[in-house]
């Protein structure tokens, strides 16, 4: 199972930090990533991470998106800082094993004045 916490809702220029968690395993995860889903708009890569800690990110939030995760990818984050109205929708934490692969439910990010 793998669920994500921390949204809310947030002013522009304010910041959040997303959690993931996979429970029910103590497999090794191959990576983690998270996708956001903005309203009207297909599910987009945000950012991830691989075994080796390598990071990539969606060209929208670099710079100001963070992934980080624990060894086993069982765990992890997304800090947004810089946040913008552009960044409100849906995000949800991807989990790919060797076999196999999972999302989570998503939590809901806002950013408003």
């Known amino acids: 199972q793998v669920v994500e916490s921390g949204g809310g809702l947030v002013r522009p220029g304010g910041s959040l930090r997303l959690s993931c968690v996979v429970s029910?395993?103590?497999?090794?995860?191959?990576?983690m990533a998270w996708y956001r889903q903005l309203p009207g708009n297909e599910r987009e890569l945000v950012a991830h991470?691989?075994?080796?800690?390598?990071?990539t990110y969606g060209d929208a939030v670099k710079g100001r998106f963070t992934i980080s995760s624990d060894g086993a990818k069982l765990t992890g984050n997304l800090q947004m800082n810089g946040l913008r109205p552009v960044d409100t929708g849906a995000y949800y934490c991807?989990?790919?094993?060797?076999?196999?692969?999972?999302w989570g439910r998503g939590t809901q990010v806002t950013v408003s004045s």
């Open positions: 029910g395993t103590r497999r090794v995860a191959h990576s």
């Open positions: 991807y989990v790919e094993f060797l076999r196999d692969s999972y």
């Open positions: 991470i691989s075994s080796e800690d390598t990071t």
